[in-house]
């Protein structure tokens, strides 16, 4: 398997513009996660799916936020309007449900610069 | 939610000498306890984890231990080289939720 696959892997912007970040996950992983990483606040979870569904969005930052899960191979990120405080590494990590089998794969990382 | 704190955050050591580094967790339900290695650039990696049924787990030059009571667990590098020097990050997982330590930045001096 390749892995998890994010794109892309780097953006540069304009405060203001609409960005979208994805995210492919391992195949067979029903559980998908975003994360934030800042070097002020570490690593944030930003929110988490199982089987392609919301559980968890307590920590995405505004209504400027939203991710999508619309089918089992394929996640977004959006933020609309971007600011420069949006400036950070995004990660998204995959695994396998439930609290026994624990590890997360992550992606490479979105590197995300708002000018 | 799960709360996890760890220190130090940065942690400075010689080439062969040992590390520790802990983290306290607030939710008693949580079961799993994953150690992530991220180098400069570069993605987290899990390096070891242990689950709340074990007390203790080894690795070649790292182990972990778990002390559910006190709800705190330490990670250990024996004889650090220069190749260990990474930002470490503890996680505690209940079920899905999973959530990180704030990071320690290890340095090991040559």
Redesign the interface.
């Known amino acids: 398997d390749a892995g998890v696959i994010q794109s892309p892997r780097h953006e540069v912007t304009e405060m203001g513009q609409e960005v979208t970040l994805r995210c492919k996950p391992i195949s067979g992983h029903n559980s998908l996660f975003w994360y934030r990483q800042t070097m002020m606040r570490g690593l944030e979870l930003l929110i988490y799916f199982n089987n392609n569904v919301p559980i968890d969005d307590s920590g995405m930052p505004e209504d400027r936020f939203s991710a999508k899960m619309p089918n089992a191979s394929f996640s977004t990120l959006k933020i609309q309007p971007s600011e420069p405080r949006d400036s950070a590494v995004y990660f998204c990590a995959s695994s396998r449900q439930g609290g026994n089998t624990g590890e997360l794969f992550f992606g490479e990382g979105s590197r995300l610069t708002v000018l | ?1 799960e709360n996890v704190e760890q220190h130090p955050s940065t942690l400075s050591v010689q080439e062969g000498d040992s590390a520790v580094i802990k983290c306290t967790y607030s939710d008693s339900a949580s ?2 306890f ?1 150690w992530y290695k991220q180098e400069l650039g ?5 390096i070891i ?1 242990i ?1 709340s049924n074990v007390g203790e787990k080894k690795d070649q030059r790292i182990a972990v231990t778990l002390n559910k009571t006190a709800k705190h667990f330490s990670l250990h590098i024996t004889e650090t080289q220069p190749e260990d020097s990474a930002v470490y ?1 503890c ?1 505690a ?11 320690t930045r290890l340095t090991v001096k040559p």
């Not at chain 2, 570069?42 to 899990?46: E, G, M």
């Not at chain 2, 997982?93 to 990071?103: L, S």
């Open positions: 939610g079961n799993y994953p570069k993605r987290p990696q899990l984890d689950r990050f996680a997982r209940n079920n899905n939720d999973m959530r990180f330590g704030a990071g």
